[in-house]
């Protein structure tokens, strides 16, 4: 069965210091991975995607993602982070042994400091 | 361009009653997804429409839960009666076409359900 762990319940960092949220999966076949971002008392919002080439993906806000095929990850990076990048981060994998959906992890709660 | 809509956004009811949630997605948008959210846990899907044809309801408790889209729109989540592990954030989302997750879905803002 496809899925994906977020090992970290939480992450802490400084304003200013580089962030990583870890992500690892378990798919079979190409997996097709995304990161989302969820504030408090609002939907998820789509922050980037990995389909297939380049493995360091850009999203939105400045984040990014490294997709690593022999360590099975798919972490997010941002270089400098920001106490507005508090919030709930969760990494997902489409579902292709089903019909195509979304599988999330349980998500790694963002703490930056100023 | 507008967002996913859902109403309402807070609902408290007792156990046994019965409540419905409604999601307007977004223009265009031929998927529609209800994901359940518990606390501390990330969304899980509990029925994928496809215009007006169900792709996926699996993961839907079908004694107690129910879900339609009329006309390839709009869409109500229904459940009756609740139970109080119903407790949940209940999101709607939406995507441009069938083969909907190789693009990202957009998220509603959730309606956050209490039982007691």
């Known amino acids: 069965a496809q899925s994906v762990a977020q090992p970290e319940d939480q992450v802490n960092v400084a304003e200013g210091n580089p962030l990583t949220v870890k992500c690892t999966y378990s798919?079979?076949?190409?997996?097709?991975l995304f990161w989302y971002v969820q504030y408090p008392n609002r939907g998820l919002q789509f922050l980037l995607k990995?389909?297939?080439?380049?493995?360091l993906v850009k999203g939105s806000y400045g984040f990014e993602a490294e997709f690593n095929k022999s360590q099975t990850s798919f972490h997010l990076k941002k270089p400098s982070a920001l106490v507005s990048d508090s919030a709930l981060y969760f990494c997902?994998?489409?579902?292709?042994?089903?019909?195509?959906?979304?599988?999330f992890g349980t998500g790694t709660r963002l703490q930056v400091f100023p | 361009e507008a967002g996913v809509a859902q109403s309402p956004r807070y609902k408290i009811i007792e156990k046994r009653q019965s409540v419905a949630f409604w999601c307007n997605p977004i223009?265009?948008?031929?998927?529609l997804y209800w994901y359940q959210q518990i606390l501390g846990q990330g969304p899980k899907l509990l029925i994928q429409?496809?215009?007006?044809?169900?792709?996926?309801d699996s993961q839907l408790p079908k004694d107690r839960f129910s879900a339609e889209r009329l006309k390839g729109v709009d869409s109500t989540l229904k459940i009756q009666p609740a139970k109080l592990e119903d407790s949940a954030v209940y999101l709607c989302?939406?995507?441009?076409?069938?083969?909907?997750?190789?693009?990202?879905?957009?998220f509603g803002p959730g309606t956050r359900l209490t039982v007691t």
């Open positions: 989302a939406s995507s441009w076409d069938g083969l909907a997750t190789i693009y990202e879905q957009y």
């Open positions: 798919v079979s076949g190409n997996p097709y």
């Open positions: 990995y389909i297939t080439g380049d493995n």
């Open positions: 997902a994998v489409r579902d292709i042994s089903n019909t195509d959906k979304l599988i």
């Open positions: 223009s265009g948008h031929a998927t």
């Open positions: 429409f496809q215009n007006n044809g169900v792709v996926d």
